[in-house]
């Protein structure tokens, strides 16, 4: 792919569909303090309108809060918020929320500047719907960079879509006929899909909690505890 770079001594305005390499994109985003997300996938940028309170607000510290249960309970975690992911040199998002594995165990790292430096093991975005590029172009993206688990909240929808690697592939994980969906990269990582659509925070936590009590997630603790 060209990118497009410039030799001007001022920083020009980062602007929607550029097309430029993860430096210039990365010179041209710190020249903008004001300017709240702004992605590069595939080489081009991407800056997403701002969002809405039912819509994506709120559903995004909902499921804030049920990885940090999670995290704050499971050794060895470490999650944020609207952190800039470098994938490789032409994909760098800026995912809703992610949960990373620390150390030797985990795919990532926090580079000295603070920026995540390859693929979180869990990733979580909030879309409007299935024609969002969450499913699209970040799905690709994400799936060839090798994150692991992919959720995505598809608020207009009313659906969750939890993708796991298998084979270099995502494929889509099944609820249970509890309602729960279950992660296969964090045992006791579970997610009461009915608990999120009604924005239930209490039976959110409670499943979670439910899913910490099983002998997967004792395993999983002591692995990483060690």
Same mark, same amino acid.
């Given at each position: ?13 980062l602007?929607a ?5 993860r ?11 004001d300017?709240?997300?702004?992605e ?29 249960t999670?995290?704050?309970s499971t ?5 944020a918020t ?8 032409d ?13 030797? $165990?985990g795919?990532?790292? @926090?580079?000295?500047d603070g920026? %995540?430096a390859?693929?979180?093991? !869990?990733?979580? =975005?909030? &879309? /409007? ?6 499913? $699209?172009?970040?799905?690709n @993206?994400?799936?060839?960079?090798? %994150?692991?688990e992919?959720?995505? !909240?598809?608020t =207009?929808? &009313? /659906? ?10 995502f ?13 296969e ?9 009915a608990?999120v659509l ?8 409670a ?20």
């Amino acid at each position: 792919m060209a990118h497009l770079m410039t030799t001007s001594p001022h920083t020009p305005v980062l602007r929607a569909g550029d097309t430029l390499s993860r430096d210039e994109f990365e010179r041209r985003y710190s020249a903008m303090p004001d300017q709240k997300k702004a992605e590069l996938l595939e080489g081009v940028v991407y800056m997403p309108s701002p969002v809405r309170y039912q819509q994506h607000g709120n559903p995004h510290l909902l499921l804030g809060y049920w990885l940090v249960t999670y995290a704050e309970s499971t050794p060895g975690l470490s999650y944020a918020t609207d952190a800039t992911v470098r994938l490789d040199l032409d994909n760098e998002p800026q995912p809703d929320l992610q949960l990373r594995i620390e150390g030797p $165990h985990g795919a990532s790292r @926090v580079d000295a500047d603070g920026y %995540v430096a390859g693929p979180p093991e !869990l990733v979580v =975005e909030i &879309a /409007a719907s299935s024609v969002s590029y969450d499913l $699209h172009q970040k799905w690709n @993206v994400y799936r060839r960079a090798g %994150v692991r688990e992919y959720v995505v !909240l598809r608020t =207009e929808d &009313a /659906a969750i879509d939890w993708f796991v690697q298998r084979g270099g592939a995502f494929e889509r994980i099944v609820p249970g006929a509890d309602g729960m969906l279950r992660s296969e990269v964090f045992p006791g990582l579970w997610l009461d899909v009915a608990a999120v659509l009604r924005r239930d925070s209490a039976a959110v936590r409670a499943g979670v909690l439910r899913g910490m009590q099983t002998a997967e997630h004792a395993a999983f603790c002591a692995e990483h505890r060690a």
